[in-house]
């Protein structure tokens, strides 16, 4: 798979047999650019085009796929230019548009992308010729002149991306005197018939994350996967949660994304995960008898997040965040899943174009020491999502680790991350439900140490 911090070399020979060799460069969904080189009668074209990732579809046989299409495609048709910053201009060329199946995001020559020029995308399309993965020691000084002249402020960005030095070879990170493991924990109510898609999909995109942090980093990565059901109890997840055995340099990042609930009188702010998918009990008690044995049900069939917090830290690794996508309700109260039409923005697969900056990696997650506990929502607040992105909490955390890692932004912390966390959050809420309050809640303690490059 295309790893998320890698530059993306394509090449694409189109139906005047014209060859184009492509740098995709991009640091989020919405903000990419390629920069295309050819060359026709004699002549060399070097053109810029900015690229957006749009959300996952599906063709008529049932097929998912991505396109990555450059924003003045449509408005070419109407006269408008692409970017040619040669000297000469070429009136045929056509900006193309990528088409990637999921196991396209290979390399293997019989899974390669698709490009067309036809803006109906599915028209004339054709396999590209090369789409090869570019670490940055892979990138050479004469590689960034052939797609950039040398006054350009991308050619200098670029240059600082790949570590590049004079006489343009590559400067590598020390490497990690000890590489920590990262162990990724989650819960996952996958099975629920209301909520168990928007669930699967925050295990899938938490996964697709820290994985590819953890091959940023070069450290190796550990998942373990517990799925919510009516047999699964208080004491089964314990255990299962004491067998992960960290070092004292490890990380650890706990998630549970599921069905959340906590007691009127409970004085804990942080709700308990309903560990069951079919509760074996009714949620309006006929009187206090029936009250008492639901309680009984639930106190076995559930884990609040702070009990699970507090298993986690005394492992004693390094660095442990532990997050909840869940309710904080009176018990009773559903979870929403929002109509389809409420799928907010930055919710792309583009993670997998993505380019991360080790630095700000190697600060939030080698450099860091302590504890992170956070929750979706406060004390009566519901958490929200839909099926499509997944729920909004566990979607603006990844967005937010995103935007922390990307190479133009500033010095990142967990405080920074988990508050953005939050504040994101709320407004996916409340751009589904104007009316609906989602402020959530953090407990923080972690220290960072000063970075060396």
């Given at each position: 798979?295309?790893?998320?911090?890698?530059?993306?070399?394509?090449?694409?020979?189109?139906?005047?047999?014209?060859?184009?060799?492509?740098?995709?460069?991009?640091?989020?969904?919405?903000?990419?650019?390629?920069?295309?080189?050819?060359?026709?009668?004699?002549?060399?074209?070097?053109?810029?085009?900015?690229?957006?990732?749009?959300?996952?579809?599906?063709?008529?046989?049932?097929?998912?796929?991505?396109?990555?299409?450059?924003?003045?495609?449509?408005?070419?048709?109407?006269?408008?230019?692409?970017?040619?910053?040669?000297?000469?201009?070429?009136?045929?060329?056509?900006?193309?548009?990528f088409i990637w199946f999921p196991n396209s995001l290979l390399t293997?020559?019989?899974?390669?992308?698709?490009?067309?020029?036809?803006?109906?995308?599915?028209?004339?399309?054709?396999?590209?010729?090369?789409?090869?993965?570019?670490?940055?020691?892979?990138?050479?000084?004469?590689?960034?002149?052939?797609?950039?002249?040398?006054?350009?402020?991308?050619?200098?960005?670029?240059?600082?991306?790949?570590?590049?030095?004079?006489?343009?070879?590559?400067?590598?990170?020390?490497?990690?005197?000890?590489?920590?493991?990262?162990?990724?924990?989650?819960?996952?109510?996958?099975?629920?018939?209301?909520?168990?898609?928007?669930?699967?999909?925050?295990?899938?995109?938490?996964?697709?994350?820290?994985?590819?942090?953890?091959?940023?980093?070069?450290?190796?990565?550990?998942?373990?996967?517990?799925?919510?059901?009516?047999?699964?109890?208080?004491?089964?997840?314990?255990?299962?949660?004491?067998?992960?055995?960290?070092?004292?340099?490890?990380?650890?990042?706990?998630?549970?994304?599921?069905?959340?609930?906590?007691?009127?009188?409970?004085?804990?702010?942080?709700?308990?995960?309903?560990?069951?998918?079919?509760?074996?009990?009714?949620?309006?008690?006929?009187?206090?008898?029936?009250?008492?044995?639901?309680?009984?049900?639930?106190?076995?069939?559930?884990?609040?997040?702070?009990?699970?917090?507090?298993?986690?830290?005394?492992?004693?690794?390094?660095?442990?965040?532990?997050?909840?996508?869940?309710?904080?309700?009176?018990?009773?109260?559903?979870?929403?899943?929002?109509?389809?039409?409420?799928?907010?923005?930055?919710?792309?697969?583009?993670?997998?174009?993505?380019?991360?900056?080790?630095?700000?990696?190697?600060?939030?997650?080698?450099?860091?020491?302590?504890?992170?506990?956070?929750?979706?929502?406060?004390?009566?607040?519901?958490?929200?999502?839909?099926?499509?992105?997944?729920?909004?909490?566990?979607?603006?955390?990844?967005?937010?680790?995103?935007?922390?890692?990307?190479?133009?932004?500033?010095?990142?912390?967990?405080?920074?991350?988990?508050?953005?966390?939050?504040?994101?959050?709320?407004?996916?809420?409340?751009?589904?439900?104007?009316?609906?309050?989602?402020?959530?809640?953090?407990?923080?303690?972690?220290?960072?140490?000063?970075?060396?490059?």
């Amino acid at each position: 798979m295309i790893k998320a911090q890698d530059l993306v070399q394509i090449q694409y020979t189109d139906y005047r047999n014209i060859t184009y060799d492509c740098l995709l460069v991009s640091y989020d969904p919405d903000d990419a650019y390629m920069r295309i080189q050819f060359k026709e009668a004699g002549k060399q074209y070097l053109v810029d085009l900015k690229y957006n990732t749009l959300p996952m579809d599906e063709n008529a046989e049932g097929q998912q796929f991505v396109i990555m299409r450059d924003d003045s495609a449509f408005n070419h048709a109407h006269g408008i230019a692409s970017v040619f910053l040669s000297d000469d201009y070429f009136d045929d060329f056509i900006p193309p548009t990528f088409i990637w199946f999921p196991n396209s995001l290979l390399t293997p020559d019989d899974e390669l992308p698709y490009f067309t020029e036809d803006a109906k995308f599915f028209h004339n399309q054709k396999r590209v010729d090369i789409c090869q993965l570019l670490n940055p020691e892979d990138i050479t000084i004469e590689m960034l002149k052939s797609f950039f002249y040398e006054d350009e402020p991308e050619f200098e960005e670029l240059k600082d991306l790949c570590r590049i030095e004079e006489p343009g070879q590559y400067r590598a990170l020390p490497p990690l005197k000890i590489k920590p493991t990262m162990h990724f924990i989650m819960v996952v109510n996958n099975a629920d018939k209301k909520i168990g898609v928007s669930c699967s999909k925050d295990q899938e995109k938490l996964d697709r994350e820290l994985s590819a942090i953890a091959r940023t980093l070069g450290i190796p990565y550990k998942p373990y996967f517990i799925y919510c059901a009516n047999d699964l109890t208080k004491v089964k997840l314990q255990t299962r949660l004491n067998e992960v055995a960290p070092g004292t340099n490890d990380i650890i990042i706990f998630s549970y994304s599921g069905h959340g609930s906590r007691w009127a009188d409970q004085k804990d702010p942080y709700p308990f995960m309903n560990l069951w998918v079919t509760p074996s009990f009714s949620y309006e008690p006929k009187d206090q008898e029936e009250l008492s044995q639901i309680k009984q049900q639930v106190n076995i069939n559930s884990l609040g997040l702070s009990e699970a917090y507090q298993i986690i830290t005394k492992k004693q690794a390094r660095l442990n965040v532990v997050l909840g996508d869940l309710c904080n309700t009176s018990i009773g109260v559903p979870r929403p899943v929002n109509p389809e039409s409420y799928v907010t923005f930055g919710h792309r697969d583009g993670s997998n174009f993505l380019i991360r900056d080790t630095l700000k990696l190697r600060r939030l997650f080698i450099d860091a020491t302590g504890n992170l506990l956070s929750a979706a929502a406060r004390a009566d607040e519901a958490a929200s999502g839909n099926s499509t992105s997944g729920g909004y909490y566990t979607t603006s955390f990844v967005d937010a680790l995103r935007e922390a890692a990307s190479f133009r932004a500033s010095t990142p912390s967990w405080e920074g991350i988990i508050n953005k966390t939050i504040a994101n959050a709320l407004v996916y809420r409340q751009k589904a439900e104007p009316k609906e309050a989602q402020n959530g809640i953090r407990n923080i303690d972690i220290k960072m140490a000063v970075t060396k490059k």
